[in-house]
């Protein structure tokens, strides 16, 4: 799938504020997707870097998103 190849497979940050700030979230609400997706291992945490497992499930969430 081209689109796949074209997303980024990890995302590196230092602080989950400014993160939940850039997606326009609040930290606990950015706080619990990630616990929820990393239970449903969609990605997983190393230290600074998220790493995206599953990025078909990531695209099938998303069609569930609306503007």
């Given at each position: 799938?081209?689109?796949?190849?074209q997303?980024?497979?990890?995302?590196?940050?230092e602080?989950?504020?400014?993160?939940?700030?850039l997606?326009?979230?609040?930290?606990?609400q950015?706080?619990r997707?990630?616990?929820?997706?990393?239970?449903?291992?969609?990605?997983?945490?190393?230290?600074?870097?998220?790493?995206?497992?599953?990025?078909?499930?990531?695209?099938?969430?998303?069609?569930?998103?609306?503007?």
């Amino acid at each position: 799938d081209p689109l796949s190849k074209q997303l980024v497979k990890e995302i590196q940050t230092e602080n989950l504020s400014e993160l939940a700030d850039l997606l326009g979230t609040s930290y606990r609400q950015l706080t619990r997707v990630i616990k929820q997706f990393k239970d449903d291992n969609i990605i997983e945490k190393s230290g600074k870097t998220f790493k995206i497992n599953n990025i078909e499930a990531l695209k099938k969430l998303s069609l569930n998103i609306r503007a």
